[in-house]
Each structure stands twice: as structure tokens, then as C-alpha cells.
Nanobody, 127 residues
Framework: QVQLVESGGGLVQAGDSLRLFCVGSGRTFSNGAMGWFRQAPGKEREFVAAISWTGSSTAYADSVKGRFTISRDNAKNTVSLQMNSLKLEDTAVYYC????????????????????WGQGTQVTVSS
């Protein structure tokens, strides 16, 4: 099991940038893929980005491709999400998640592939 704590959320204006952080503890952090999901009010949780355990492979939702970048530092047990050119529709609670092990999918994009979740961090984008 991995304990995950997100940080870095806040209130920004459209077009601004924000960087989210997720620190993990517990089982060996570097063994599995990590992902970011988000949930806006009244909407279902959706996939945002994921990164393989080595960091060599990534996946993004079409809505954030080209604007968001996921990265990880296994030595520091952290995964980050750099968010640029933020839009109003990016407003949501963002969750960090650790993939279940063993995992055949290198970069899972479905939430059922993830077994450990953080508490979430709020990102609000205003006009």
C-alpha cells in the first residue's frame, strides 16, 4: 500500500500555470505507474495523465495534451503535474493515484487500475 499526499493546488486565472506535487510513502514507490485524475463538481472522476514506473512512458487525456506534463522522481518518491495555459474547465479536485501491482498495463488510464489514492488538491481557474 502507498500513502499519497497531494499539494500545490490553488486559485489561478485562466492562462496561468500551476504545478501539483504528490509525495508517496509505504511500499516501494518506484515499482508502479502513477496517475493524476480529477473530478469537477457534478461530474465523474476523469483521467488526466499517467506515467510508467520508469518515467519513460506517459499518457494524457486529449483535453490536457500539450498543456500538462507529468513527471516523477523515484529517488524522492514524488510525482508532479505541470499545468500550463489553464482553462476554466480545468477547475476540479485533482487526485494522485498509484497503480495496483502487479500491473500489465505500462501506463494505465482507467481508474480501476489504481489502488491507492490521495485526498486530492483543489484547483480553481477563474476568468
Amino acid at each position: 500500500q502507498v500513502q499519497l499526499v497531494e499539494s500545490g493546488g490553488g486559485l489561478v486565472q485562466a492562462g496561468d500555470s500551476l504545478r501539483l506535487f504528490c509525495v508517496g510513502s509505504g511500499r516501494t514507490f518506484s515499482n508502479g505507474a502513477m496517475g493524476w485524475f480529477r473530478q469537477a463538481p457534478g461530474k465523474e472522476r476523469e483521467f488526466v495523465a499517467a506515467i510508467s514506473w520508469t518515467g519513460s512512458s506517459t499518457a494524457y487525456a486529449d483535453s490536457v495534451k500539450g498543456r500538462f506534463t507529468i513527471s516523477r522522481d523515484n529517488a524522492k518518491n514524488t510525482v508532479s503535474l505541470q499545468m500550463n495555459s489553464l482553462k476554466l474547465e480545468d477547475t476540479a479536485v485533482y487526485y494522485c493515484a498509484a497503480a495496483r501491482l502487479p500491473q500489465r498495463v505500462v501506463v494505465p488510464t482507467q481508474d480501476y487500475h489504481y489502488g491507492d489514492w490521495g485526498q486530492g488538491t483543489q484547483v480553481t481557474v477563474s476568468s
